[in-house]
């Protein structure tokens, strides 16, 4: 095989499950299985996902949930947000291949493990891909957010984004000043499949949870009940 990762060719470890074909080959070497840092469980912020140490907590949250519930217009716009993996270089670098040098197969790998999270944490929520402008995805060919629902998820006309800077060119002080902007806007229909539903955002990464705090409050204002987010990297 071929690591969908660094390309070089590798022998899967054999198992009895990968015998009897209940059980998928693995598709990363070793060298770069290894080098994902999955999050989840004890030492992670109960509301983000990242890792935190003692001295970076507040009642049992990261100082980042907590700051953002300090405020009154981003307060409670956000149950939670489960990510995959922690955003290394390893993660940085593999996904900056697949959404901007056009490797949409890597698509494939987070997608079945998306699916598993989706019906582990939101089971029966409205699954709403964070969008791309148009101008973003005639350029990029595809929505990085929708290509990793493929197979578990249906891609909603729910949500729009109008043109506007890219978000990697941005400091995080930038990106959380402009909380208070609106860089999307709701589709016609998408008001009536938001009203009364638990909705959960899909993205690539989750940065300073700026980006799905926009879309809550725009689901909120039209309707949710609750907005929470999963992405592959946190």
């Not at 290894?34 to 983000?48: F, I, K, M, R, Y």
């Amino acid at each position: 095989m071929r690591c969908l990762s660094c390309h070089e060719r590798f022998f899967p470890m054999p198992s009895w499950e990968s015998v009897l074909l209940l059980k998928e080959e693995e598709p990363l070497c070793q060298m770069c299985a290894e080098q994902l840092v999955a999050l989840g469980g004890e030492g992670c912020c109960s509301t983000c996902s990242r890792h935190i140490h003692t001295h970076y907590q507040r009642e049992g949250v990261c100082l980042d949930c907590w700051r953002w519930e300090q405020q009154e217009y981003t307060k409670g716009l956000l149950t939670m947000n489960r990510s995959l993996y922690e955003y290394n270089s390893f993660l940085k670098e593999w996904l900056a291949v697949y959404k901007f040098r056009g490797d949409a197969i890597v698509a494939s790998y987070f997608a079945k493990l998306l699916s598993v999270m989706y019906h582990h944490f939101f089971q029966g929520d409205l699954v709403v891909p964070v969008p791309l402008s148009e101008k973003r995805l005639k350029a990029r060919g595809f929505n990085q957010a929708s290509l990793i629902m493929e197979g578990w998820a249906e891609d909603h006309d729910v949500l729009a984004r109008v043109e506007g800077e890219k978000q990697s060119k941005k400091s995080r002080k930038q990106r959380i000043s402009q909380v208070t902007d609106q860089p999307f806007r709701m589709n016609e229909q998408g008001i009536e499949l938001v009203r009364g539903r638990s909705i959960v955002l899909v993205d690539d990464i989750y940065t300073t949870g700026t980006t799905v705090r926009q879309v809550a409050r725009l689901l909120k204002e039209a309707g949710a009940q609750k907005v929470s987010s999963m992405t592959v990297g946190r």
